[in-house]
């Protein structure tokens, strides 16, 4: 994920014109075409953009809809979104699967963190289950104990405020593995050590 040096996943504001909050895209320039990203960051792209099994996610990350899904919407990403394999979306309003092109679907799972894991788990197979975000589903993952890998691509950026995506994880059960640097993000690449 990437991540403010103040903790923050996402600025504040988050809407439909701006998906990451307020000055949230500042994090991301490593990985979409800001001409300073360097190899660090090319290797570090490659990392977030491996083939996985299955993906979870939070509402907020697939969507600005809150509530009942009153319109149509099916991601950010339009008609062939990044994923190529199942996505299991949080949510508290049920929702028929969105087939994509390139392989992906989005399932909709009211049931909580437990059974979208779970669900993700089956359909990955040996190919692995990815926690693509937001900071709250991260958090859920981090407090559930699956996470076995967790990157973070530090950008030299202060927020200030926004979605901080720490807070209430009880312990930090890693090893940084790997670092890699640009001017525009540390990329560190930790293991859980217990």
Same mark, same amino acid.
């Given at each position: 994920m990437s991540i403010s040096l103040d903790g923050f996943v996402a600025g504040p504001d988050q809407s439909r014109e701006n998906p990451l909050g307020r000055r949230g895209l500042e994090l991301h @320039?490593? +990985?979409i075409g800001d001409p300073r990203a360097n190899d660090a960051d090319k290797v570090a792209n490659g990392w977030l953009m491996r083939p996985r099994g299955a993906y979870v996610m939070g509402r907020n990350m697939f969507g600005p809809?809150? @509530?009942d899904w009153d319109e149509e919407w099916s991601g950010w990403w339009g #008609?062939? =979104?990044p994923? +190529? #394999?199942p996505v299991f979306v949080l949510t508290h309003h049920a929702h028929d699967p969105i087939q994509m092109n390139g392989g992906t679907t989005f399932h909709f799972v009211t049931e909580g963190f437990d059974a979208a894991y779970a669900a993700a788990c089956e359909a990955a197979g040996d190919?692995?289950?990815d926690i693509a975000g937001g900071a709250s589903t991260v958090r859920q993952a981090l407090n559930a104990g699956v996470v076995d890998e967790l990157i973070?691509?530090?950008a030299p950026v202060l927020l @200030? $405020?926004?979605e901080r995506i720490f807070d209430g994880v009880e312990s930090f059960d890693f090893a940084p593995t790997e670092v890699l +640097? $640009? =001017?525009l993000a540390t990329h560190i690449r930790y293991r859980r050590v217990s």
């Open positions: @320039g490593w +990985h809809i809150r @509530g #008609a062939e =979104p994923y +190529h #394999a190919n692995g289950v973070l691509d530090i @200030g $405020s926004g +640097h $640009s =001017p």
